[in-house]
């Protein structure tokens, strides 16, 4: 990474920072992108080069733990499919993992405020895509099984992490993230989830 690159993190960084100071303190919808860039101290047309929308600002960190986790994926030889997406999830939960206070704090903000819940399901979305894309470039097979293995597989990684996230949100300190994610492994992989049962 050239200085200018180093450069352009740092200031994106302290953005975010700022910001996410600011909302914790006043609250998402009472917090301005004037008062953010002046925080910053950068001007509001930076600001917005950097995060388009306030709610980008909010969701940053969770964004960039998922986008990280599919360029990782990207850059790995040849995985098998479990083992790789077990490796997924795991550096997904690291991740988060090193900044609780952080995540917790996101949580609350998309429980308060619609526009962030909703920014926080498509970036849901698009890691699930994302990986499901990458999935299909590495499977082999007919076409449309291959697709299909590829969507419900990426579609499961997201779906542990997600069950995952908001019970070690929902109990601070009582719940080992990585632990839970394991159990929830196991039990896919022994067949032993458990259904509900028809009527």
């Keep these: 990474m050239g200085l200018r690159e180093v450069k352009r993190e740092r200031t994106r960084r302290l953005i975010a ?82 900044n609780p206070d952080r995540v917790r704090a996101v949580f609350d903000m998309a429980e308060q405020a619609g526009s962030v819940s909703a920014h926080l399901n498509e970036l849901i979305w698009r890691f699930r895509n994302d990986l499901a894309a990458e999935l299909t470039r590495r499977l082999t097979g007919d076409p449309l099984q291959v697709e299909f293995v590829a969507s419900l597989s990426a579609g499961i990684t997201m779906n542990i992490i997600e069950n995952v996230v908001r019970v070690w949100v929902d109990h601070p300190g009582a719940v080992d993230a990585r632990h839970l994610a394991h159990q929830a492994i196991a039990l896919l992989e022994n067949g032993n989830l458990p259904l509900p049962g028809s009527h």
Excluded at 54 to 62: Q, R, S, T
Excluded at 64 to 88: I, K, N, S, Y
């Design 17 to 98: 920072d700022k910001a996410f100071e600011l909302f914790s303190d006043h609250g998402f919808g009472r917090t301005t992108v004037e008062q953010i860039a002046a925080a910053a101290e950068v001007g509001p047309s930076t600001l917005y080069r950097y995060f388009p929308t306030k709610e980008g600002l909010v969701l940053e960190f969770v964004d960039d733990c998922l986008a990280d986790a599919v360029t990782w994926f990207c850059e790995q030889p040849a995985l098998e499919l479990p083992a790789g997406l077990r490796a997924v999830i795991e550096r997904v939960l690291e991740q988060l993992e090193s």
